[in-house]
């Protein structure tokens, strides 16, 4: 085991109270953990599991660092039918670290499984977040106060309609990879024109993922 996957099992124990608190939560025996600690033995997928979960993070993020560290998506209960989706707040903080470390949960919003499933196609409920919108920059397809749904999987920037972090805020348009940048598309087009991300604004441009899915306000 790297000595990565042991600073960051340290940092989870410490986050969730100490190496008992972490142990009694995921059943994984102190003795075993302090075992992991030390790099005196090699944790098994299902110890890597059990830990992960009783943290709220990702599998992923221990044994890599790279994913999203925030196990954000969850079972109201064990075997439920209700999964909760973590509400983002669209401001960030702190620009000097990892866009997963900036990201906030206000609230979360229940979804049927079954739709997530068989409707959205969804299988890894970790990854999803909603996030609310904010204008008419993409009416009518989104419109102010909509909430839509974000599957962090889909990361890799692409062409679409996608959520992104630029500096201290998240924003939702319609994406176009050009040559030496970035186009940023708003659906409203008559108000809001395209413009270009590109030079040294790239670096302040992260993609978190597609809008799946988007829910309607009538009023």
Not at 168 to 188: F, P, Q
Request: proline share 3%; net charge positive.
């Amino acid at each position: 085991m790297t000595s990565f996957i042991q600073a960051r099992l340290k940092e989870i124990a410490k986050e969730c109270g100490g190496n008992r608190a972490i142990c009694e939560k995921s059943g994984v025996s102190e003795r075993t953990f302090a075992n992991w600690l030390a790099g005196s033995s090699e944790p098994k997928i299902i110890g890597i599991s059990a830990i992960a979960h009783a943290a709220g993070v990702t599998i992923d993020w221990i044994i890599t660092g790279v994913m999203p560290k925030q196990r954000l998506g969850s079972h109201t209960e064990k075997g439920a039918n209700t999964i909760l989706v973590p509400w983002l707040d669209k401001k960030l903080d702190d620009q000097s670290v990892n866009l997963s470390e900036r990201l906030k949960v206000n609230d979360h919003i229940p979804f049927s499984k079954k739709i997530l499933e068989n409707r959205l196609r969804q299988k890894d409920f970790d990854y999803l977040c909603i996030i609310e919108t904010t204008g008419d920059s993409m009416a009518p397809t989104i419109n102010n106060s909509d909430l839509v749904l974000i599957d962090r999987n889909q990361c890799k920037l692409q062409d679409g309609v996608m959520a992104y972090a630029f500096k201290d805020c998240i924003y939702i348009k319609r994406i176009l990879n050009v040559i030496g940048g970035i186009e940023v598309i708003s659906d409203n087009k008559s108000l809001y024109p395209a413009h270009r991300i590109q030079g040294s604004d790239i670096s302040c441009f992260e993609p978190i993922g597609r809008v799946i899915w988007a829910g309607k306000t009538l009023l």
